[in-house]
C-alpha cells in the first residue's frame, strides 16, 4: 500500500487526514512543522506528500521548491486555506501536483489522493514497459544497456548497442554507411566496411530466427542497412 507523509503544524488537522488515511489502508507518517517535514522528505521515501502551505518558519511552497531541487520527484499535494488563483499558480510552478483548499471534505480529499497516485503510478509502469523494445527475437532497454532474449539475458557489445539504437531511431529508413560510421564511431576513427559488417552479422544472430534471411535488419546493396519495424 501507498506510503503517505503528511506535513501540517495544525494538530485536530493532521490526526484527521492520518486517521482517514489510515482507514482507507494507507501507511501514513506526520511531521507537524515544516523542518521535521523536509528532513522526513529528503531521508525517507514515499509515494505521496500531503504538504501544508502556511506553515511556520518555511512555507509548504518554499519546502516544494527545494527537495524538487534536490532531485525528489514524489508527487505532492498543496494542503492551502487561500483559494485565490494567484496561490494555486504559485504552487504548481513550485513543483506540488494539484492542491487542495480547506476546508475540504473527506471524499474529496481521498479522491484527490487516489487520483493522484493512479497517475504516477500508472506512469512508472508505462516508462517501465516502453523503456523495453522488442526487435525481433531481441527485447532490448538503449538506456541500461540491457537486452533480453527469449527471457533470457543476451550480451551485447556496446557498439552492437549502438548500431542498433541507431537503426532504431531511423526505423523503416535506410541508414547509410556514413550515417552509420558518424553516429557510431564518430569522426575520429573509421572501421572498415567490413568492420560493419561484422556487427551487422552478430547482431542478426541475436535478432533474426533466420539469420541467412533475415527479416528486420535489410542490406540496402550499395548504400546501407534497413530496420524494419511494425
Ligand atoms: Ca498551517
Known sequence: MAKILIVEDEQHMLSGLKDNLEFEGYEVDTANN???GLDKIMHSSYDLILLDVMLPKISG???CKKVRKEGVITPIIFLTAKSEEIDKVIGLESGGDDYITKPFSLRE????VKAVL???????SQSEKTKYIQIGNLSVNFDTYNAFSNEKPEKLSSKEFDILHCLWRRKNGTVTRDALLDDVWGYDYQPTPRTIDNFILKLRQKVENDPNNPKYIITIHGIGYKLILD
Open 109 to 112: 480529499m481521498l479522491a484527490r
Open 34 to 36: 515544516g523542518h521535521t
Open 61 to 63: 511552497f518554499d519546502i
Open 118 to 124: 493512479r497517475r504516477t503510478q500508472d506512469n512508472d
